[in-house]
Structures are given as structure tokens and as C-alpha cells.
């Protein structure tokens, strides 16, 4: 992956925009059909895991005020975009 691309996801990174970091490092590695290097992987792992959090807390939150329609449309945005955290997946609503 070109540097330029690694540091634009990792300002991404930096101000907690974790979605926009992993779709430029994701899209990029798919395009060039190339393995990321190890602080890119790093990087990616790290916008997954920070990802997963956030929905995961924000479905609980959901779950724990009643709201279940929110915490359904919630965790259903997020299979369809991610689906790679099974806390989300086997979550049930």
C-alpha cells in the first residue's frame, strides 16, 4: 500500500473516524490484491476491534433502554457492512 494511503487512515485513526481508516485500508488491499504490510495489517485489526466496540456498545445501550428496533437496525447495519465480530453476530435482539 502506498505510505500516502497508510498515513490518511491512520489520521483517520487518530481522530477516532475508525470506519473511513478501514474502508481506505481495506479498499486499497482488495484493489491491488496485495498483502497488507504488518503495521498496515496492525492497523486494520485495530480499526475491526474498534469498530466491533463501538456498535457492540451502542446495541447494548439499545437493548438496555427497550429500544429494540434501534439495536435490530443497528446490528443489522453492521452485518451488512462488517459482520466480523460473533459477539454481534450471535447477539440476540
Known amino acids: 500500500m ?3 494511503l497508510y498515513n490518511l487512515a491512520l489520521s483517520h485513526y487518530k481522530r477516532g473516524e475508525y470506519e473511513e481508516a478501514f474502508n481506505i485500508l481495506f479498499k486499497v488491499s482488495t484493489e491491488q ?4 504490510s504488518n503495521k498496515e495489517y496492525i492497523l486494520l485489526e485495530e480499526c475491526k476491534k474498534q469498530i466491533s466496540e463501538q456498535y457492540y456498545f451502542l446495541i447494548i445501550n439499545h437493548i438496555e433502554h427497550y429500544e429494540y428496533k434501534e439495536a435490530e437496525l443497528l446490528r443489522e447495519e453492521f452485518l451488512t457492512k462488517y459482520d ?3 459477539r454481534i453476530t450471535l447477539l440476540a435482539i
Open 33 to 36: 490484491e496485495c498483502n497488507a
Open 2 to 4: 502506498e505510505n500516502d
Open 84 to 86: 466480523f465480530d460473533d
